[in-house]
């Protein structure tokens, strides 16, 4: 069954309203869809309907609710990936399997060592982000879709892990670290597990500098294992951990 988000305002009653021009397109013209046909619809907060299509026109269309439930795939705990921006088409990547593996949200993060510039259309980009997101959501029909939010320079990043209570733990993958695995840290972690950050580096990784900023702003330095990890691989290697410990 299809999958399509709406706004909490969209659900009235026991009916729920589409009224998204591409939606419409989408579920009329290639799907061919129509009434008496459902769909799975989700609130894009908490909760998901079976809807059954009862009317289509070309501003809308009207279903009625069948079935209300709170959302079955998504994480407890809210993981937020801070992302060196890498270069090519490897960012697709990373939030495609990122978002199959739960993450909540994805910030794109200029380091001292990223190779892209800021001045490439970055507005374009983030928008391609947010829709292979939204892309990935409905293949993997979890409740929310992943905000890829408005990217950060490193020093930004660093002033958002010292505003207090922002995060419960966050988690460096540090290659440099020899002493401390994630498992350690992970099976440790006593709190409340509601909002967790991880934090992975462009192709070049950190250098000296950036680590200590990190370090001193909170991050846990951790190792993800005896390899060192594409960045494309780091960051689903790291989620899919984290995950595996809270989680399942």
Known sequence: MNRFFVDRDAIQGGNIEITHKEDIKHISRVLRLGPGDRLEISDSSEFEYEAEILDIVSSAITLKILDKQRFAREPGTKVTLYQGIPKQGKMEIIIQKCVELGVHAIVPVFTARTVVSEKLGFEKKSDRWNRVSAEAVKQCKRGIIPEIRKNL???????????GGKYDLIIFPYEEE?????KDVLRGFSGVRKNIAFIIG???GFSEDEARAVIDAGGVSVSLGKTILRTETAG?????MIMYELEL
């Not at 320079?153 to 505003?163: H, N, P, Q, V």
């Not at 020899?178 to 994630?182: A, D, F, L, P």
């Not at 689903?236 to 899919?240: E, G, H, K, T």
């Open 153 to 163: 320079r490193f020093s930004e990043m660093i002033a958002d892990f010292k505003e």
């Open 178 to 182: 020899k002493e401390r695995s994630i």
């Open 202 to 204: 462009p192709e070049g």
């Open 236 to 240: 689903p290697s790291a989620l899919a």
